[in-house]
């Protein structure tokens, strides 16, 4: 295996489960998110010494394929029928857990921006690392960020008052 | 007290929320097969290698094109089912996604294919002006479609810097289209109808000029005269459709086409601007006039050494966060802020 095999194999190993999670947590279906992340790290190989934050890029490039996805399949009701893949073997499986998930109850009713701000911060990125990948300002992440934990706190509230 | 409160309750807000996101991660690494996935990207992407070392052999890119160019970039604005029937159903948009981005971006710079686009407009404007001269009903609901049919194609040249004055030419067709309603809804008198019909004449004087000067006169002259309106009109329509015929066979030509069917809904849909997934790093692009070219972040090669930070400033993302980019003008050199 060559050095950059062996470099993009680690990539691959580190981030291919947050990338996912990353999506998920946008909203896309666990095998949406799959293919989407999968995608991304089969191009991000191909053009591996032509990017420069490969982090940054592969989370960026995803998001906007999946923002391409959520216009196109506006105008296309019909959904197909999720296919084992290598990396997803069992998606009815893997979509029926994630929609367990409360985290995905709360997402859902966050603004997009929101939502990145949200997980991004607990993917580990800093303020500063959300600011660029986004495009936005420091105060605007942190502003976000607020709003996200108020809604998770009334989030919190209302489920204990269930 | 309430400030130490406060700050708990916002930690345990915290806690949760670092729980959630880690049992959200953790159980989705037990759901993926991550060795497989891995060997899949690494095994596509030698096949990716072997295949662009047949290039030169099986013209892979013309061939990529025909399958995925249906799968047209959706354009903003456009309503759901136009955006299907261009990018699924149309030939010639296929086939203008076929011929390689070389070719392309020196058609796009040709001198015949602005006055083949105002043309096509030209020839739907005086559609709309000879609707409007005829007095009855049933011409007048024409007269509706048409100024709706007009605006959309306008708005689908508008951002793609076809031509200054069409920018100006979208808000007078929207203005156009809305006087005609009103018109139809209100049941108004006739006066209304002469009000809209000079409002196309205007409109078809100012996409004349960028199409034939001479012609752009005779409809200036138009609008001042009452007798034999409807003649004229059915004149200059007959001759703008020779215009825009003869321009059409020439960018027909120029693409080494068979046929001039579809071509002017594939141009009036952007399908010679569309570089979205195009391999654009062998092309020498010093001096080539990018504006209104669609790219994307993704797709698109660009030659090396091309200054993304420069071309990313002028472009804008339509729409926002698709990563699909429209290039626009530079700022001119000297201009205020």
């Keep these: 295996m060559t050095e950059y095999e062996q470099a993009f194999s680690r990539f691959y190993r580190e981030l291919v489960v947050p990338l996912t999670a990353y999506l998920v947590s946008q909203g896309a279906s666990a095998h949406l998110a799959a293919e989407i992340a999968q995608d991304t790290m089969l191009k991000a190989y191909r053009k591996w010494h032509e990017i420069h934050w490969h982090k940054s890029w592969v989370y960026k490039v995803a998001y906007q394929a999946y923002v391409r996805h959520v216009t196109r399949v506006d105008a296309e009701p019909f959904e197909e029928v999720p296919e084992p893949t290598p990396l997803l073997p069992r998606p009815d499986q893997a979509e029926a857990w994630a929609q367990q998930r409360e985290i995905i109850h709360l997402l859902r009713e966050l603004p997009p921006r929101q939502q990145q701000v949200l997980a991004l911060h607990h993917d580990g990125w800093t303020t500063g690392e959300i600011a660029e990948l986004l495009g936005i300002g420091n105060a605007t992440v942190r502003q976000n960020l607020h709003k996200a934990r108020l809604a998770a706190a009334r989030y919190i509230t209302g489920r204990r008052e269930e | 007290m309430s400030n130490n409160t406060a700050t ?170 809305h006087a005609i309603d009103v018109d139809i809804n209100f049941d108004l008198d006739h006066l209304a109808r002469d009000i809209a019909g000079d409002q196309a004449l205007t409109l078809a004087h100012s996409l004349a000029s960028g199409v034939e000067a001479t012609l752009a006169d005779d409809l200036d002259q138009l609008r001042t005269r009452d007798r034999d309106r409807l003649r004229d009109l059915l004149r200059a329509r007959t001759r703008s459709r020779a215009l825009a015929a003869t321009h059409t066979r020439a960018i027909a030509a120029l693409l080494d086409l068979t046929t001039t069917t579809g071509l002017a809904d594939a141009l009036l849909s952007g399908a010679l601007d569309d570089f979205t997934n195009d391999d654009l790093s062998e092309i020498e692009l010093t001096g080539t006039d990018l504006v209104g070219i669609l790219w994307s972040a993704d797709g698109t090669r660009w030659p090396r050494g091309t200054d993304m930070d420069e071309l990313r400033a002028r472009s804008l993302e339509t729409p926002p966060d698709s990563g699909v980019y429209v290039v626009t003008e530079p700022p001119r050199v000297g201009a205020r802020q």
């Excluded at chain 2, 609901?141 to 040249?157: G, I, S, T, W």
């Design chain 2, 8 to 177: 708990g309750a916002a930690q345990a807000v915290d806690r949760w929320l670092k729980d959630q996101y880690l049992q959200l991660r953790s159980g989705l690494s037990l759901q993926l097969d991550v060795d497989s996935g891995l060997g899949e990207a690494r095994s596509h992407a030698r096949q990716a290698e072997l295949v662009h070392g047949l290039d030169r052999i099986l013209a892979p890119e013309a061939g990529l094109a025909a399958i995925l160019r249906p799968r047209l970039r959706r354009m903003p604005g456009l309503p759901a089912a136009v955006q299907d029937q261009l990018a699924e159903h149309s030939p010639m948009i296929r086939s203008l996604r076929a011929v390689c981005p070389a070719t392309r971006l020196s058609v796009r710079a040709n001198p015949d294919t602005t006055p083949t686009i105002l043309g096509i407009l030209l020839v739907r404007v005086l559609d709309l002006a000879v609707a409007l001269s005829l007095d009855h009903d049933r011409s007048h609901a024409r007269a509706r479609d048409l100024a709706h049919a007009l605006a959309l194609d306008l708005a689908r040249v508008r951002d793609r810097a076809v031509d200054p004055g069409v920018a100006g030419a979208h808000s007078r067709a929207l203005e156009l289209a």
